[in-house]
Nanobody, 117 residues
Framework: QVQVVESGGGLVQTGGSLRLSCAAS????????VGWYRQAPGKQRELVAT???????NYADSVKGRFTISRDNAKNAVYLQMNSLKVEDTGVYYC???????????WGQGTQVTVSS
C-alpha cells in the first residue's frame, strides 16, 4: 500500500499562480512515474503532467508553457507549478504514483483548484 497526499490547492484569479505538492509514503525517486491529473465538474479525469524516475516529463497540450512538473528527492515530493492560470484550469487535482511491480497505481484524495475571472 502506498499513501499519496496532495496539497497546495486554493482560489486564485485568472493569470495567477499556484504550486501543488504531492507526497508519497515511498521514496519519490524510486517511483517510476508520478503524474498530476485533474477533473473538472461534469468532465472526465484528464492527464496534466507526468515525471519519470529518470526525470523525463510530459504535459497535456493545454498546459504546455504554463505548468511545470518537478521532483525533489530530498524532500520526497513532486510539485506542479501552475502559472498564468485560466478559468478552465479549475478542477480537483490528483496525484498518481505508479511503479513496475506494484500491480496498481495509487491516487491521492485530490486538492481543489479554483480560478476565478
Amino acid at each position: 500500500q502506498v499513501q499519496v497526499v496532495e496539497s497546495g490547492g486554493g482560489l486564485v484569479q485568472t493569470g495567477g499562480s499556484l504550486r501543488l505538492s504531492c507526497a508519497a509514503s515511498r521514496r519519490i525517486g524510486s517511483i517510476n512515474v508520478v503524474g498530476w491529473y485533474r477533473q473538472a465538474p461534469g468532465k472526465q479525469r484528464e492527464l496534466v503532467a507526468t515525471i519519470t524516475s529518470g526525470g523525463s516529463t510530459n504535459y497535456a497540450d493545454s498546459v504546455k508553457g504554463r505548468f511545470t512538473i518537478s521532483r525533489d528527492n530530498a524532500k520526497n515530493a513532486v510539485y506542479l507549478q501552475m502559472n498564468s492560470l485560466k478559468v478552465e484550469d479549475t478542477g480537483v487535482y490528483y496525484c498518481n504514483a505508479d511503479s513496475v511491480g506494484w500491480g496498481q497505481s495509487y491516487w491521492g484524495q485530490g486538492t481543489q483548484v479554483t480560478v476565478s475571472s
